[in-house]
């Protein structure tokens, strides 16, 4: 598969996030969501937000050799924004950022994480752990409130 190195994000990211985050939706989200809700999922990412949100959160990026693989945030309690590549799913880069994701949070003394799973990632959460607690919905795309104790 290739070497793997997870890294703080910078904003320099930014731009290559957006790209891989809007790819993503649209080839892996778009089999559970209408494609009116696609593109508002969408525009949550553009490259100036993720920027922004880099400001507000614990923000990783994720490199297969040098080619950005994925990424995923840490704000509070609450694992934000997992993404992986579409042609690199199903490859482990996914588990691997969550577990490193988990050991940072640890590090910050976070005992429990949540999560707003898509429709599409739900099953995903579950095999690494996450159990469900509610349905949420929302206008940009209904989502699984889930949790997962760490320590």
């Given at each position: 598969?290739?070497?793997l190195?997870?890294?703080?994000?910078?904003?320099t990211d930014?731009?290559?996030?957006?790209?891989?985050?809007?790819?993503?939706?649209?080839?892996?989200?778009s089999?559970?969501?209408?494609p009116?809700i696609v593109?508002?999922?969408?525009?949550?990412?553009?490259?100036?937000?993720?920027?922004?949100?880099?400001?507000?959160?614990?923000?990783?990026v994720?490199f297969q050799?040098?080619?950005l693989a994925?990424?995923?945030?840490?704000?509070?309690?609450?694992?934000?924004?997992?993404?992986?590549k579409?042609c690199?799913?199903?490859?482990?880069?996914?588990?691997?950022?969550v577990?490193?994701?988990e050991?940072?949070a640890i590090?910050k003394?976070i005992?429990?994480?949540?999560?707003?799973?898509?429709?599409?990632?739900?099953p995903?959460y579950?095999?690494v752990g996450?159990?469900f607690i509610r349905?949420?919905?929302?206008?940009?795309?209904?989502?699984?409130l889930m949790?997962?104790?760490?320590?």
């Amino acid at each position: 598969m290739g070497l793997l190195t997870i890294r703080a994000a910078t904003t320099t990211d930014a731009p290559a996030m957006s790209v891989l985050i809007e790819q993503t939706i649209r080839i892996t989200n778009s089999q559970d969501y209408e494609p009116e809700i696609v593109e508002l999922i969408c525009a949550n990412f553009t490259s100036e937000k993720v920027a922004q949100k880099m400001a507000e959160r614990n923000v990783f990026v994720c490199f297969q050799n040098e080619a950005l693989a994925g990424t995923i945030s840490l704000g509070g309690d609450k694992l934000h924004s997992l993404f992986v590549k579409p042609c690199l799913q199903r490859r482990g880069i996914g588990t691997q950022l969550v577990e490193y994701l988990e050991r940072h949070a640890i590090q910050k003394r976070i005992s429990m994480l949540r999560l707003s799973s898509s429709i599409t990632a739900r099953p995903f959460y579950e095999r690494v752990g996450y159990q469900f607690i509610r349905f949420e919905e929302r206008k940009d795309g209904s989502t699984f409130l889930m949790s997962k104790t760490l320590i």
